[in-house]
């Protein structure tokens, strides 16, 4: 039995300490959200927040999670309203066929709590998430835009 | 809506609750008895085939394509919507299953998403729908006023009767609307009359794609479902001489190893974890049959004995090529070539099935609903009325999700296992990678010859390598063997591929060479290597005489004035007639790919060996133009794609498999190394040309003739890795 920190609920979870949060979140609790892209840490599909910060879930072992540990996931980004960075995504049509997006609208987020105003080029070395429709342009214009109008959320 | 329909299956929704529930207590599939039974109309709340209006003016308009990021779901629902007049804010959209397709004798058309096809080979049919639902949605209106349908107007989903002041909405005679016979003779709105084609709206599928509530393939639950994970001979053709599974089978949650064709075998758990930590315990002994010993060496001496071998597929003729080299004043030749590369699409291959005595139905994303419903068809045992497939919203397709679907016959096999149990099976990254379907593997011999003033008298272009219709649709090559998708973007005619030179004694011509690493249809296909390697030599050619390689293409394009314009307009954007900031250094590409004109100009650097893209401009003259904001994204994406392809993308290949298992080892391009794309649509009206592929044969070309502008290197294998840009 595992005590997680989820989206502001205290979740129990019968799984292996060795599994991979990535697959707790999507089997165990059900968020979905959270996407499997490599297991390897690569893509960073499966980002979500852990104390606030860009984690890749599917390197993340259970048992290195503390039961204190705040986890937001996709699902948990919105406070009432929509996330700053989730309504630049819809303003600016930001997803192609959007697999990669939650994990990128996560690393977004998280950037932006860290540094309110990125330029260009803080963004280019920051997110290093992978998207294979190339919606690259679109996520830097969608981060920008988030900026101005209250990012940090 | 009809519950049979769902176009983001989930556990929630009622109609597949209802199904599993029935299937739980072992009666026959409840929600796909309805099609049994003749006197009940299957869909009493729709219009037309197209079109479902709900009484709360709801607009559902059916997509028989997939959406996987190209926007087709959004720009087919506005041809539709263009015609019926209704209000663009009630849209939705759903997929109709291919097994409905099949039933109403494929009154949705074809349902293959490849090709570029979506919406040109399509936009009639659907315009006629949302034309022909509109009229029966009047004469309903009508009908119930006791005036004629032709003193009727709608717009914005709202029927008026203007000489007696009435009005009312779609809503509210949809019903009726369904009774009325369609109209015999439809005539189409003039292009200049439209206000919903054209328009840069909005996606109609973006919000659940920033809130997680998106389902795809990957995140389906069912009560009861198993996961599955398989491993399958990693040498294509392969076959599982044995497997050891005690180990496997000793872990948490396993409820089963099975053997899957002649050369895979899956681990059925629980939990897909459970499934994947068990299947890497197996101890697979693999017969890789006589393929075991292939390496990238052994495929590249293999295709270069092709460059010179005496038969060939002859794509392009006039002239005689061979005299004119014989004869001419100056020869350049120059031998290229095009690795295996991996779609890659990030969500790995994936489809959950229910098989019983009496049943199958299939969840998958798929590019191609039947190839899907055949794959399942096959693998099942059973007729085609007894199984179908529900369309899931793709993670990326890009060709692999179509012409093949492998998975879907994984899957199928596994669930008969475990009959009615739904059972998900999905691909890790490295068995998607292993088990791509890959972009072709060529070479290219080009040869021109050239008189005294630098004119191109003649030229030889021989590609040598791989065909992907010979090894995965065979029925559709030529009756002679020749596959003439190969000379995508080099034909001499035709509404898709024409080649943009008028070239004197030209020869293109094909030694079909196939190794056993199945290729697949890769997005932008034949036009990628085939545009790398006509612009590239273009741009050879130029130099080698002293010419400027816009002026060079130009005055071989005098027949050819739309790839002259795409191509003109990307060299005026770019500022080709002016000098380039300092230490940028520009390159130029052109093609016809899809039944669109595209070009690309890119800027570059090269410092220390190290390219940076520093600017794209890019033109697409697609005839018409449905979406523009989505027609850049498309175009954007396409330098993604192409750019990843030509700086990084190769499977190498030893002991008859790719090495090449995940993004650590095949690196694609990140946000870091994107450059600004400005793109130019000059929709020149006429014609219906793709926009989801042709670019990304320019991407790399352009960039190409570029970093041979920065540093006088041609680079003439990709990817450009493997070349060092170092000045010596």
């Not at chain 2, 009484?55 to 629902?77: F, N």
């Not at chain 2, 997005?523 to 612009?535: F, Q, S, W």
Request: hydrophobic share 40%; proline share 5%; with cysteine.
């Amino acid at each position: 039995m595992v005590r997680l920190n989820v989206n502001g609920q205290v979740r129990e979870i019968e799984a292996d300490p060795g599994t991979p949060l990535l697959w707790a979140l999507r089997e165990q609790l059900g968020l979905t959200g959270t996407k499997y892209g490599c297991g390897v840490a690569q893509c960073g599909a499966c980002t979500v927040h852990i104390d606030g910060a860009a984690v890749r879930a599917c390197v993340m072992p259970l048992a290195s999670v503390k039961e204190e540990q705040k986890i937001v996931t996709i699902e948990g980004l919105a406070n009432g309203k929509p996330h700053p960075v989730q309504k630049a995504w819809v303003d600016l049509d930001v997803p192609q066929c959007g697999f990669c997006q939650s994990g990128m609208i996560m690393a977004a987020a998280a950037l932006l709590k860290e540094n309110p105003n990125p330029t260009d080029e803080d963004i280019r070395s920051e997110i290093t998430n992978i998207c294979r429709c190339g919606t690259y342009n679109r996520v830097l214009a969608g981060i920008k835009k988030a900026a101005v109008e209250g990012g940090a959320g | 809506m009809n519950k049979l329909f769902s176009q983001a299956p989930s556990p929630s929704r009622r109609g597949f609750l209802a199904g599993v529930a029935a299937v739980a207590g072992g009666a026959s599939f409840g929600f796909h008895i309805p099609f049994a039974d003749a006197a009940e109309p299957a869909f009493p709340d729709e219009v037309n085939a197209w079109v479902v209006v709900k009484p709360d003016d709801t607009v559902v308009i059916r997509i028989a394509r997939s959406e996987m990021g190209q926007g087709t779901l959004t720009g087919l629902a506005q041809m539709v919507a263009e015609e019926l007049e209704c209000d663009w804010s009630k849209v939705t959209t759903e997929y109709p299953t291919p097994g409905e397709n099949l039933k109403r004798k494929r009154v949705w058309g074809a349902m293959a998403t490849g090709g570029s096809r979506g919406i040109r080979e399509s936009h009639q049919y659907v315009r006629e729908g949302g034309a022909a639902a509109r009229e029966m949605l009047i004469a309903a209106a009508a009908k119930g006023w006791g005036v004629k349908p032709s003193e009727c107007k709608a717009e914005n989903s709202v029927i008026t009767h203007a000489a007696s002041g009435r009005s009312t909405t779609y809503g509210k005679v949809a019903a009726e609307a369904a009774k009325m016979e369609p109209p015999k003779e439809i005539r189409l709105k003039d292009p200049k009359d439209w206000g919903v084609i054209g328009k840069s709206l909005l996606r109609l599928d973006t919000k659940p794609k920033t809130d997680g509530s998106q389902v795809y393939g990957m995140d389906l639950s069912f009560p009861n479902m198993l996961n599955a994970a398989i491993k399958d001979c990693p040498v294509h053709g392969g076959t599982l001489k044995s497997v050891n599974s005690a180990d496997a089978e000793k872990e948490p949650g396993v409820r089963g190893v099975v053997r899957v064709g002649d050369s895979g075998v899956a681990v059925v758990a629980d939990t897909f974890w459970q499934a994947k930590l068990a299947a890497d315990l197996l101890e697979i002994e693999w017969d890789p049959g006589k393929n075991g010993e292939v390496s990238s060496a052994s495929l590249a001496e293999w295709l270069k004995e092709g460059l010179d071998a005496k038969e060939a597929f002859v794509g392009n003729k006039n002239g005689d090529a061979a005299k004119a080299l014989g004869s001419a004043a100056r020869v350049v030749e120059a031998t290229y070539s095009y690795p295996l590369q991996n779609h890659a699409c990030m969500e790995p291959m994936n489809a959950t099935a229910i098989w019983t005595e009496d049943r199958c139905e299939v969840w998958t994303p798929t590019q191609n609903g039947e190839g899907a419903l055949a794959a399942t068809i096959a693998a099942s045992g059973h007729d085609a009325s007894k199984c179908d497939v529900h369309k899931v919203h793709l993670g990326g397709g890009f060709g692999r999700r179509g012409a093949t679907h492998d998975w879907v016959t994984q899957v199928v096999e596994i669930a008969k296992k475990f009959p009615g149990r739904h059972v998900k099976l999905i691909w890790t990254r490295e068995e998607d990678m292993i088990h791509g379907r890959f972009h072709p593997i060529t070479q290219c011999r080009m040869r021109a010859a050239l008189n005294d003033k630098g004119e191109l008298t003649g030229m030889h272009m021989r590609i040598s390598g791989q065909s992907i219709v010979a090894a995965i649709v065979p029925g559709r090559l030529a009756e002679d063997g020749k596959d003439p998708f190969v000379f995508q973007g080099l034909m001499a005619s035709g509404k898709e591929f024409e080649i943009g030179y008028t070239i004197p004694n030209l020869l293109i011509d094909h030694a079909m060479r196939n190794p056993h690493l199945t290729p697949g249809f890769w997005r932008g296909v034949n036009t990628n290597p085939n545009a790398i390697y006509l612009e590239c030599f273009m741009d050879e050619l130029a130099h080698a005489t002293g010419q400027d390689p816009l002026a060079f293409r130009l005055k071989l394009m005098e027949n050819h004035p739309k790839h002259r314009a795409v191509l003109q307009a990307v060299a005026d954007k770019i500022g080709w007639d002016k000098p380039a900031p300092k230490g940028i250094y520009r390159g130029l590409a052109q093609v016809m790919g899809f039944g669109a004109y595209v070009a690309g100009a890119a800027e570059v650097s090269v410092t220390d060996g190290e390219l940076k893209v520093h600017r794209i401009v890019a033109a697409t003259d697609p005839g018409y133009a449905v979406n523009p904001q989505q027609i850049e994204a498309q175009v954007e994406g396409s330098f993604v794609y192409g750019l990843s392809a030509a700086l990084y993308g190769e499977m190498t290949v030893e002991k008859g498999r790719v090495v090449e298992e995940n993004f650590n080892t095949y690196r694609v391009m990140k946000l870091a190394e994107m450059p600004k794309v400005e793109s130019i649509l000059m929709p020149s009206g006429g014609f219906w040309g793709g926009v989801g592929e042709p670019t990304i044969a320019v991407a790399a070309p352009a960039v190409l003739n570029a970093v041979f502008a920065a540093t006088g290197k041609r680079v003439r294998n990709i990817p450009l890795k493997n070349t060092d840009l170092k000045q010596a």
